[in-house]
């Protein structure tokens, strides 16, 4: 069922809503519905079951095929090797390491067949980087299987693209760089296995973070995907931010806002993930907003996806 233009969503571009999630595509652009139809290809939407880390893996993609397009723009030239598939049409690159260890397990190497050929998966240049910025403060303690839903995508994701992936995590009255940008996933996760859960929210200070690395990334040559984990029960405020135009009466939520303007006005893809998602039963406007609320217009800001998971 889908909820009117006029409710929370509006403006929404892609609407999913599942017993356990809710993804929500605030993203423009033409090609958005052939990006969708492409990269939810073999998901099971209706008579199966999506599990809610399906739905992360479906807004990562979205935004990475929207990111590499940005980054190919940009930085023309020669293909390089990311997988290996089964050759199509008369001409293409042979992926000899792939080749080869098909053919010894059909057992007929060194002799090589062509059922056993692999060719190239070929990309341009740029590549992806994917910046977490996870909510470690006392109130996630309630949405740690939405954050393992979380990671549990990213994982997959950057494993299987061999995207660089970056650790930040805000807690207290900051943020803090975990683990710079690197395509080894294992560092990030013995990282993530030293962070408590404890202290307050300063949601506002790991975005502003975030969007700081993703502009160092992006002089490095790589495009990248800001990744929000939050429960959106932000409470601690930017020691010192720009003041954009909106008016709240929470200084906390007026700076998250801020940084989410900035992130736009940069042209970052952002994936909002909310590990504890509840459906707004009031329209409250600015003078108080919601964890889910304040993430979903966050995700409409920077024109990203947003995705619920219902805990």
Same mark, same amino acid.
């Given at each position: =069922?889908?909820? /009117?233009?006029? +409710?929370?969503?509006?403006?929404? *571009? %892609?609407?999913? &809503?599942?017993? $356990?999630?809710?993804?929500?595509?605030?993203?423009?652009?033409?090609?958005?519905?052939?990006?969708?139809?492409?990269?939810?290809?073999?998901?099971?939407?209706?008579?199966?079951?999506?599990?809610?880390?399906?739905?992360?893996?479906?807004?990562?993609?979205?935004?990475?095929?929207?990111?590499?397009?940005?980054?190919?723009?940009?930085?023309?030239?020669?293909?390089?090797?990311?997988?290996?598939?089964?050759?199509?049409?008369?001409?293409?690159?042979?992926?000899?390491?792939?080749?080869?260890?098909?053919?010894?397990?059909?057992?007929?190497?060194?002799?090589?067949?062509?059922?056993?050929?692999?060719?190239?998966?070929?990309?341009?240049?740029?590549?992806?980087?994917?910046?977490?910025?996870?909510?470690?403060?006392?109130? =996630?303690?309630? /949405?740690?299987? +939405?954050?393992?839903?979380?990671? *549990? %995508?990213?994982? &997959?994701?950057? $494993?299987?693209?061999?995207?660089?992936?970056?650790?930040?995590?805000?807690?207290?009255?900051?943020?803090?760089?975990?683990?710079?940008?690197?395509?080894?996933?294992?560092?990030?996760?013995?990282?993530?296995?030293?962070?408590?859960?404890?202290?307050?929210?300063?949601?506002?200070?790991?975005?502003?973070?975030?969007?700081?690395?993703?502009?160092?990334?992006?002089?490095?040559?790589?495009?990248?995907?800001?990744?929000?984990?939050?429960?959106?029960?932000?409470?601690?405020?930017?020691?010192?931010?720009?003041?954009?135009?909106?008016?709240?009466?929470?200084?906390?939520?007026?700076?998250?806002?801020?940084?989410?303007?900035?992130?736009?006005?940069?042209?970052?893809?952002?994936?909002?993930?909310?590990?504890?998602?509840?459906?707004?039963?009031?329209?409250? +406007?600015?003078?108080?907003?919601?964890?889910?609320?304040?993430?979903?217009?966050?995700?409409?800001?920077?024109?990203?996806?947003?995705?619920?998971?219902?805990?």
């Amino acid at each position: =069922m889908l909820l /009117s233009r006029d +409710g929370v969503y509006s403006g929404h *571009r %892609a609407l999913i &809503r599942m017993k $356990r999630a809710v993804y929500a595509s605030f993203a423009g652009g033409a090609d958005l519905r052939k990006t969708l139809l492409q990269v939810s290809r073999g998901m099971k939407i209706l008579g199966g079951r999506v599990e809610p880390s399906q739905l992360v893996e479906l807004a990562l993609n979205v935004s990475r095929k929207k990111a590499r397009h940005r980054g190919r723009r940009k930085m023309m030239g020669a293909s390089m090797a990311i997988d290996y598939t089964l050759p199509k049409g008369p001409y293409f690159k042979i992926h000899f390491p792939a080749t080869i260890r098909r053919s010894a397990a059909m057992r007929t190497f060194p002799l090589i067949k062509w059922d056993a050929v692999r060719a190239k998966l070929l990309t341009g240049r740029s590549k992806v980087s994917l910046i977490l910025v996870l909510d470690s403060s006392a109130s =996630m303690m309630y /949405s740690v299987r +939405g954050i393992l839903t979380a990671l *549990r %995508a990213v994982e &997959r994701e950057a $494993r299987r693209y061999r995207d660089r992936v970056a650790l930040i995590v805000c807690k207290g009255f900051g943020a803090i760089v975990a683990q710079h940008p690197s395509t080894n996933f294992n560092l990030v996760l013995s990282k993530i296995s030293r962070v408590g859960l404890d202290d307050f929210t300063p949601l506002a200070s790991g975005m502003y973070l975030g969007l700081n690395m993703a502009l160092t990334e992006r002089r490095r040559g790589y495009e990248p995907v800001l990744v929000i984990v939050s429960d959106g029960n932000a409470n601690i405020p930017l020691e010192k931010y720009r003041k954009v135009g909106r008016l709240v009466f929470d200084p906390a939520v007026q700076s998250v806002l801020d940084v989410a303007t900035q992130i736009a006005k940069c042209g970052i893809e952002t994936v909002v993930v909310n590990t504890k998602h509840r459906e707004p039963t009031t329209e409250v +406007g600015d003078v108080m907003m919601s964890g889910t609320e304040l993430l979903i217009r966050v995700a409409k800001i920077t024109k990203g996806s947003y995705v619920g998971i219902v805990s």
